[in-house]
């Protein structure tokens, strides 16, 4: 782990080896699968598919010691995931919170996954920020890695619906549905069947093309 004080590295990002502000533990839930006490640098080591919820409990210390009895107070706590959303960020807030010294608080900061992503590897940045009660900010960046990957063939209903919603007898209805492309290759013969023996609807659309990441 690399906690630091306020300064700039080649890249213009916020490093420093002297803050008070330390990321002591960082856990990642990945669907239901869970990997713990990360390091800084480190690779997930599960992979997200597209619409995964992706968990970070981040554990934040202070640490002046008790004998310097200094809080650092409005801590805010950022978690980034870079280029994921179409090579658009997506970004995360904490509420803010204050670590008295010597301890410590944990956070916890969700996302999901966008539906139409790339299978990539993208860099995930952590970013903590407060200041003590002498007016000293303290703040740490933490690196991690996050990898998306897709099935080959997937194809997901992401929306279905019914007009009208009540049908009575003679009345003409209709379905609308809503399906994306979340597999890694194009699809050029999907086929999408409604049916209801209960009320007699045999419906048969087929020949759909979806290219990667896109819906219809």
Known sequence: MAPFALGANEDGKVTSTNGKLLITDVDVKVGSKSDKNLDYGDKIKNEAKPGDKVEFSIEVKNNFTDAQDLEIEDIELTVTIEGIDDDDDLDEDAKEFDVKAD?????KIE??????????????????????????????????????E???HEIRIIRAALTPSTIRCQRQISINTEII????????????????????????????????????
Do not use: Y
Not at 103 to 107: F, H, R, Y
Not at 191 to 213: N, R, V
């Open 150 to 152: 897709k099935e080959s």
């Open 181 to 216: 492309n979340t597999g890694s290759d194009d699809e050029d013969d999907v086929t999408l069947e409604a049916t209801s023996a209960d009320l007699g609807i045999s419906s048969l659309t087929a020949d759909i093309e979806l290219d990667e990441g896109t819906d219809d």
């Open 103 to 107: 301890d410590d608080d944990k956070v």
């Open 111 to 148: 996302f999901e996954i966008p539906l139409e992503v790339d299978e990539d590897t993208f860099d995930v940045l952590i970013e903590v920020e407060g200041d003590d009660e002498n007016g000293t900010t303290h703040a740490i960046i933490w690196g991690l890695e996050l990898e998306v």
